[in-house]
C-alpha cells in the first residue's frame, strides 16, 4: 500500500464527499480513501498480523466500497459502513487461513528506537507480546477489542459493525482484556 499524504482541513464532510462519488465523482472518492486509509489499515494489520494481508484487504474494501456504494442508504454513515466492510473481510481472511501471525514490530507504530535503546526493546517485546496475545483471542473479540482500544468507538458503534448487540460487545471486550491482561502480567 503506498503511503499518500493526508486530505486537508478543508475537504468537504463525508455526506458530501460520497454523495459526489455516488454521482460518479473519482476525486471526492479519493478524498475519502485518503481520509480513511490509514485507520483501516491499522484495523486490518492489526486483526490479520501480516502487512500484505492488511494491504491486500484494505485495498479490496475500499474498491468494493467504490462499487457498492449506490448500495449505502445515508450518506453520513460511510465510515460505520467501512469499518463493517473491513472487520468483515478481515474476519473472512482469518477464518480462510491458519492462526494469526505475529506483527513485525516495525509494521506498527512503535517509539524512537536511537533515543533509548534498552527502552525500544523493551518496548519492541512487549508489542511483540501483545500481538502474539491478540492472536490468542477469538477474531469477534479482537475485533471489538481494536474498534474500542484503538479507533476509541462507542460500544454501539461496534455493535454496528459486528452485527452485535451493545451486550455481546461488551462480553467480547471483558473478555479480550482479561484475557489480554492474563497473557501481559509479565511486562506490569
Known amino acids: 500500500m503506498t503511503t499518500i499524504e493526508a486530505v486537508p482541513d478543508t475537504a468537504p464532510d463525508d455526506a458530501t464527499l460520497v454523495s459526489r462519488a455516488r454521482d460518479g465523482d473519482v476525486r471526492a472518492y ?5 481520509r480513511y486509509q490509514t485507520r483501516m489499515f491499522r484495523l486490518a494489520i492489526k486483526m490479520l498480523g501480516d502487512r500484505a494481508d492488511a494491504e491486500d ?5 475500499f474498491l468494493d466500497a467504490w462499487r457498492r456504494l449506490p448500495q449505502l442508504e445515508a450518506d453520513a454513515a460511510f465510515v460505520g459502513w467501512l469499518y463493517r466492510m473491513t472487520v468483515n473481510r478481515c474476519l473472512n481472511v482469518i477464518r480462510s487461513r491458519r492462526p494469526l501471525v505475529d506483527v513485525d514490530p516495525d509494521d506498527t507504530a512503535s517509539p524512537r528506537s536511537d533515543a533509548q535503546p534498552e527502552r525500544a526493546v523493551q518496548v519492541s517485546s512487549q508489542l ?9 483471542l477469538t477474531p469477534e473479540q479482537r475485533a471489538c477489542w481494536l474498534l474500542r482500544e484503538l479507533d476509541g468507538l462507542s460500544y454501539e458503534e461496534i455493535g454496528d459493525i459486528v452485527g452485535a448487540n451493545t451486550t455481546a460487545v461488551r462480553g467480547r471486550i471483558a473478555r479480550a482484556r482479561a484475557q489480554l491482561s492474563e497473557v501481559m502480567k509479565p511486562w506490569r
Open 57 to 61: 484487504a484494505v485495498q479490496e474494501v
Open 128 to 136: 511483540t507480546a501483545l500481538n502474539a496475545a491478540l492472536g490468542t
Open 30 to 34: 479519493e478524498h475519502l480513501v485518503l
